[in-house]
């Protein structure tokens, strides 16, 4: 008789191992393997063999370019993350925090591209039809062409297909679903996991436009396995708090345009929609007060202007505090540790609080100036004028150097009348702002 082979799989991340273990060597999460069934082993094996094709080499001057057709989806922030619009047989997966408004945009966007005449499905686990029909109604989103299916069973989403030819396809959401071959509860790993490859098949073969819901952990990614994320073909995230009124689309991968766009919207009334004067949105000239600094910082190929708020407060205990919404932390603690060492500033009995406004997140280091000066002016009581922008990346030897799309980012200060600029070169294009040659940290002083 045959040994019964067993196999463990995290249901984290899907790695497989014939031995339990406590912790995940891939993902490093506790306590999260169980055994896997026969079946399921069975099911675990066709998928990881039907992402592997065989085929012959040939040349790459051999073969034809391929042209990349797009539509648009009547949304301009979507089509920017998009790259340019919809492409037909592309998967893109839209992540985010509960309430920040996935299913509102989908539902608009549907109903935009049925506007055109062209069929739309909206499959949805979550909420039945009668739910979907309110929130339409509200929308203003009713056309004869989106047809709504209240459906958990892959099996019955595909007997749908067989039915009618729909151009897009909208799955509200994938942790819902689950399909029969597989004796596993909805939101497996191996359910999400053999669901997203059958949803990958179908956008490829029939050439449709596939968009996917997915939770996320506390931890911020997509709930399921990383395997989701490399399978799609578009990845997307929802940032900012769903009591903010304005809302930041995030694209982290994309191949069919740039991974580095982002869209602004705004929710109203009506829904989800893009966000007029998006230029002027993320920073107030209302009043001029001590902690606050201007700079530009570059979300793809797009400048924004951005407030960095600052508060140096005496502190009363023996551990000073140090947060940062917006920033990275650990990069405010090496500033904070520079300002102490280069200009003599004994931050070490102060609380420092840092705020980018707008709820978006800086991943670039073009802020370190504005940091400063923002840290600068709280300490000693001085406001910034609100005509002036700090553009600078700040080294650990008190440097301050260059970064890129300079020109870009006085343009775009230029058009909301900003007079003044410190940056650490001239720009190469002349610009009506004056600017303020600063190289070193220490001329900051000098400069207030």
């Not at 994938?174 to 029969?180: R, V």
């Not at 004796?183 to 790993?189: I, L, N, Y």
């Amino acid at each position: 008789m045959a040994k019964k082979k067993i196999l463990f799989e995290c249901q984290h991340c899907g790695f497989t191992t014939p031995k339990w273990m406590g912790k995940c060597t891939n993902c490093g999460s506790w306590d999260s393997f169980i055994e896997l069934s026969e079946h399921q082993q069975e099911v675990v094996k066709q998928t990881k063999s039907s992402l592997t094709c065989t085929a012959k080499a040939i040349s790459i001057n051999e073969i034809e370019e391929c042209e990349v057709y797009r539509y648009s989806s009547l949304d301009y922030e979507l089509d920017n993350v998009l790259g340019g619009g919809i492409v037909p047989g592309s998967l893109t997966l839209i992540g985010g925090s509960p309430g920040v408004g996935k299913s509102t945009l989908l539902l608009k966007i549907g109903s935009n591209i049925a506007s055109l005449g062209k069929n739309v499905l909206y499959v949805t686990g979550e909420e039945s039809s009668g739910q979907i029909k309110l929130r339409a109604n509200r929308l203003d989103s009713n056309q004869d062409t989106l047809y709504l299916l209240s459906e958990i069973r892959l099996e019955q989403v595909l007997t749908e297909l067989e039915h009618r030819i729909y151009e897009l396809i909208i799955i509200d959401s994938i942790q819902t679903l689950y399909s029969e071959n597989i004796s596993s509860a909805p939101g497996s790993v191996t359910q999400v996991r053999q669901i997203t490859f059958e949803l990958m098949r179908i956008a490829k073969e029939k050439n449709i436009a596939i968009f996917i819901i997915g939770h996320i952990t506390k931890e911020g990614s997509i709930a399921g396995p990383r395997v989701l994320e490399h399978m799609v073909d578009t990845v997307l995230y929802f940032e900012g708090d769903s009591s903010q009124e304005l809302r930041i689309l995030r694209g982290f991968k994309n191949r069919f345009g740039p991974t580095s766009e982002i869209g602004v919207f705004e929710m109203k009334a009506e829904g989800l929609v893009s966000a007029k004067d998006v230029a002027s949105r993320f920073f107030s000239r209302n009043s001029t007060q001590s902690g606050s600094a201007l700079t530009v910082v570059m979300e793809g190929s797009r400048p924004i202007i951005l407030e960095v708020q600052a508060l140096v407060s005496e502190s009363h205990t023996s551990n000073s505090k140090r947060q940062a919404t917006g920033f990275d932390t650990n990069r405010l603690n090496m500033l904070l540790a520079l300002l102490e060492r280069k200009l003599e500033i004994p931050l070490s009995g102060y609380d420092v609080f840092i705020n980018i406004t707008g709820g978006i997140k800086i991943t670039e280091t073009s802020a370190d100036l504005a940091v400063l000066a923002a840290i600068i002016s709280s300490f000693r009581d001085r406001a910034i004028s609100k005509e002036t922008v700090f553009i600078g990346e700040v080294s650990l030897v008190g440097d301050v150097r260059e970064v890129y799309g300079l020109d870009v980012r006085l343009k775009e200060a230029s058009m909301q009348n900003i007079s003044k600029a410190l940056l650490a070169r001239k720009p190469l294009e002349k610009t009506k702002i004056k600017t303020f040659i600063v190289d070193e940290v220490t001329k900051l002083l000098e400069w207030y």
